[in-house]
T-cell receptor
Framework: GEDVEQSLFLSVREGDSSVINCTYT??????LYWYKQEPGAGLQLLTY?????DMKQDQRLTVLLNKKDKHLSLRIADTQTGDSAIYFC?????????????FGRGTQLTVWP | NAGVTQTPKFRVLKTGQSMTLLCAQD?????MYWYRQDPGMGLRLIHY???????AKGEVPDGYNVSRLKKQNFLLGLESAAPSQTSVYFC??????????FGQGTRLTVV
């Protein structure tokens, strides 16, 4: 959705780190998510962060949140060819928009061997 | 455990025809969503529901109607299909502010 913006493409070499960035506009967002979509499939949750946190680490994944700038990033360490997919940033609304779940356009990550 | 099931998986409609897409979830989730996915546009929220009997508009609600008569089902209706509604439609469900589980999608072509 237009409230959530991401760059559309990222290419990295296998073994390097990937960083996917996202910006959002809703200051009442409570949770922010990263989803992964492989070709022909639905979306699967990778990780999420609550809006009062600034970092979360989960194995090869690190999520950084700058709430002041409304900027979210996903870092994938030691990127593998199997990580090639579309990655979506998403945010849930709060207050009067509680329950609304908006996605960005997705970042196509291509990992070269 | 079926999770989120969408029917049908594929459909071809003629312009002006109507149809209903069914989404069913067996996880007792409060929230349910309908999205459309188009190349380069990501997922755009059509309508959503925060509980049985409630619905709300998302980003692109025009041309679609929804109903949530039962907690486990969320129906998406197209009253008069247009070629611009050719897309892949995804349904999702979740508890309050937790992981959303997605169906496998419905590929709809309007000719």
């Amino acid at each position: 959705g237009e409230d959530v913006e991401q760059s559309l493409f990222l290419s990295v070499r296998e073994g390097d780190s990937s960083v996917i960035n996202c910006t959002y506009t809703d200051s009442s967002s409570t949770y922010l998510y990263w989803y992964k979509q492989e070709p022909g499939a639905g979306l699967q949750l990778l990780t999420y962060i609550f809006s009062n946190m600034d970092m979360k680490q989960d194995q090869r994944l690190t999520v950084l949140l700058n709430k002041k700038d409304k900027h979210l990033s996903l870092r994938i360490a030691d990127t593998q060819t199997g990580d090639s997919a579309i990655y979506f940033c998403a945010e849930t609304g709060g207050g009067s928009t509680l329950g609304r779940l908006y996605f960005g356009r997705g970042t196509q990550l291509t990992v070269w061997p | 455990n079926a999770g989120v099931t969408q029917t049908p998986k594929f459909r071809v409609l003629k312009t002006g025809q109507s149809m209903t897409l069914l989404c069913a979830q067996d996880m007792n989730h409060e929230y349910m969503y309908w999205y459309r996915q188009d190349p380069g546009m990501g997922l755009r929220l059509i309508h959503y529901s925060v509980g049985e009997g409630t619905t709300a508009k998302g980003e692109v609600p025009d041309g679609y109607n929804v109903s949530r008569l039962k907690k486990q089902n969320f129906l998406l209706g197209l009253e008069s299909a247009a070629p611009s509604q050719t897309s892949v439609y995804f349904c999702a469900s979740s508890y309050v502010n937790t992981e959303a589980f997605f169906g496998q999608g419905t590929r709809l072509t309007v000719v």
